[in-house]
Each structure stands twice: as C-alpha cells, then as structure tokens.
C-alpha cells in the first residue's frame, strides 16, 4: 500500500473529494491504514499539479474519514480483466 491523498470532504452529489499527493487511476480503491475500504475513484478533476479525486463512498460512515490518508490497494480488484468463455454449439 502507499498513500496517495487526504479526503477532503463529501460533496453535495455525494461523491468523496480526495486531495491527492500521487497520481491514481480511474477505477483505483482507496483504503485507510487497516485495509479497510473507504472509496473507488471515478475521476480525476482540478489542476494537474495538484489533482484532486472525485470518488463513489464504499461505506456508510464516509465522514469519519474526513480529514484521513488514504492509500491505494497495489492489487485493485477493478482492473481485474475478466476472462472471456465462448459459447459452445
């Protein structure tokens, strides 16, 4: 795991706006420091300098969270390709 941001806030759409130190990538969980998860990223908004995430809450007590690092999963569950089967005739 490595830290890539801080959550900043939920936003009114209720999304979680995270204020990021690295780069991520769509689709990337963010956890806090028990592995627990806390978000998926949707998309990257603001300056490219300093980039903030805009993220899906993947709990229901998304405000404890507020003012916390976050760190991404090395192994992300949401890039896992899926494997293809043909049907047979």
Known sequence: MQEVG????LARSGRVIVQL???V???QILCDEKSGRVAKVMELIGPVRK???SATPLTNNIKKYTGKK???I???PAK???KLRRKRK
């Open 6 to 9: 801080e959550v900043l806030h």
């Open 21 to 23: 130190t690295k780069l």
């Open 25 to 27: 990538d769509e689709g």
């Open 51 to 53: 980039p903030y995430a």
């Open 70 to 72: 976050v760190f991404a």
């Open 74 to 76: 090395e192994y992300s």
């Open 80 to 82: 896992k390709q899926k």
